[in-house]
Every structure is written in structure tokens, then in C-alpha cells.
């Protein structure tokens, strides 16, 4: 991922909370885009202009291709109170990101994320690396920013060890037909449908009895046998291909 900047230059003499204003709901819009990614971004105002400080998933995440009308409408307003176009620079590589995946084409397409991940919560399979927001259908786009928000809070309640909601949020984690999952699934058949590939969702999985228990696991959806010969991107263990599920080996017995 890149860090970048946008200035922009006050055209006109304007009200530093109106300017902040409409630069936030621009941001608003890129961040349901995919096109900027997380959750706080500095908006400096240094002289006569605003610096806007973001990590994009690819260098051209800005460009005007992948905006959409609200993004445009964003912008509309912006020049409306007196804001000139900003000006964009890459200030350099976000070393600690994954890289956008490059595929044309994946084979098929995961749903992951965690409470750090910031990045896409679509990977392709063959890669795993992360699928920029803007070139998935732009219907789910929205749905998806807050799927991974519900997830990541879930995913940190229990990593904190929250005891008394931990068994609740581990389950809206790892059961398939939770509501978080189910949001999940639906958001992966229009992607499926539009995209022509199969969709899977990942399953968290803590607790169990032994290794070997789990190691014999059978697939939540269909009750078959799942295991993996060997694990996948050095994270999942069983995968079901008539489900569309994914999983681990249960954290507490790796
Ligand atoms: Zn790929
Ligand atoms: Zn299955």
C-alpha cells in the first residue's frame, strides 16, 4: 500500500470548519470506496492549503476512473465552497501492508480479516493478497467496509479476552449461520454472481479438545471430511469446496 497526499489550496477565503467538513465527507467517500483505506486520516492546514495524509491500496487508487457518483458528488461540493481540485503526490510505500493483489482474474476469492487488518477483507485465493474495494461490484463495496468493522470488533473482543462476551463473539466468528457469517454470505454470493467465481468465507477457530480431535474435524455446513494434505497460505487447515468454508486448525492446539 502507498502513503499518499492531497493539498488543497483555498481558492477563495473560506471557514476552516466548513473546509474540514467537506473534506471529511470526501474522505467519507473514498473510505466506502475503497479507494483510501482506515479509519483516521491528519488533515493538516498549513498557510493557505490542506494537507490530507492516506494509505491507498495501489498508487492510482485516487485516479478519477474508480470514483464513484458519490465520490464525484463529494467532490462537487468541495468546489462549491471555494476549494480548488487538490493536488496529489505518493509520499512512499506503507512498508507494513500487503501489496494489492494482481490477478486479472482469480481463480476464486476469500472473505478474511482481522481487528489490525485495514487492507481489503477480499483476497484472491491463489495469492492471498488483498482485492482494492473499487474493483469489486460497487454494490457491496459499503457492505463489505462495515462487515469488516462488525468482524475486526468482534475479532478484538476476544482477542482481549473479554470473558463474558468472549463465547458470543467467538461464535459470530466461527459458526457459519451467525449473524456476522450469514452478512458475510450474503455479501460473497453478489460478489459470486457478478464476478463469476466461487467466494469463500474464512471460519475462526479456537478451543477443542486434542490435536487430533481437531485434526478430524468434519466441514460446519455439510458434515464431510475437509482437511487439507497440506495448509494453505500457512493459515488455513480444512476447506470445503460444496460449502465454500475455510479454517484452521484450532489456535489453542497449533
Ligand atoms: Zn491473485
Ligand atoms: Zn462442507
Redesign the pocket.
Known amino acids: 500500500m502507498y502513503v499518499c497526499q492531497l493539498s488543497f489550496n483555498c481558492a477563495v477565503d473560506i471557514e476552516i470548519s466548513e473546509a474540514q467538513t467537506v473534506i471529511s465527507a470526501l474522505l467519507d467517500e473514498y473510505r466506502y470506496n475503497g479507494q483510501i483505506i482506515g479509519r483516521e486520516f491528519p488533515v493538516i492546514l498549513v498557510d493557505d492549503h490542506f494537507d490530507v495524509i492516506f494509505v491507498c491500496p495501489e498508487q492510482d487508487s485516487v485516479a478519477v476512473k474508480y470514483n464513484t457518483d458519490n465520490v464525484t458528488g463529494a467532490f462537487e461540493a468541495i468546489a462549491k465552497c471555494g476549494l480548488a481540485l487538490p493536488q496529489f503526490k505518493v509520499l512512499g510505500l506503507e512498508s507494513q501492508s500487503d501489496f494489492a493483489?494482481?490477478?486479472k482474474v482469480?481463480s476464486a476469492l476469500v472473505l478474511y480479516s482481522t481487528f489490525v487488518q485495514s487492507c481489503s477483507p477480499v483476497r484472491?485465493m491463489?495469492?492471498f493478497?488483498p482485492i482494492p474495494l473499487y474493483k469489486l461490484p460497487e454494490s457491496i463495496r459499503y457492505d463489505l467496509i462495515k462487515w469488516q468493522e462488525s468482524q475486526a470488533a468482534c475479532d478484538q473482543l476476544q482477542m482481549n479476552e473479554l470473558a463474558e462476551i468472549e463465547p458470543f463473539v467467538v461464535e459470530q466468528l466461527s459458526q457459519p449461520d451467525s449473524e456476522l457469517m450469514q452478512n458475510g454470505l450474503d455479501i460473497c454470493q453478489q460478489i459470486s454472481d457478478e464476478l463469476k467465481v466461487p467466494v469463500y468465507r474464512y471460519l475462526y477457530r479456537v478451543g477443542g479438545e486434542s490435536l487430533a480431535l481437531e485434526q478430524q474435524r468434519l466441514c460446519p455446513g455439510c458434515s464431510e471430511p475437509w482437511a487439507l494434505a497440506e495448509s494453505l497460505h500457512q493459515l488455513f487447515d480444512f476447506k470445503c469446496d460444496s460449502c465454500l468454508l475455510l479454517s484452521n486448525i484450532s489456535w489453542d492446539w497449533q
Open positions: 493483489d494482481l490477478c482469480p484472491c491463489d495469492h493478497l
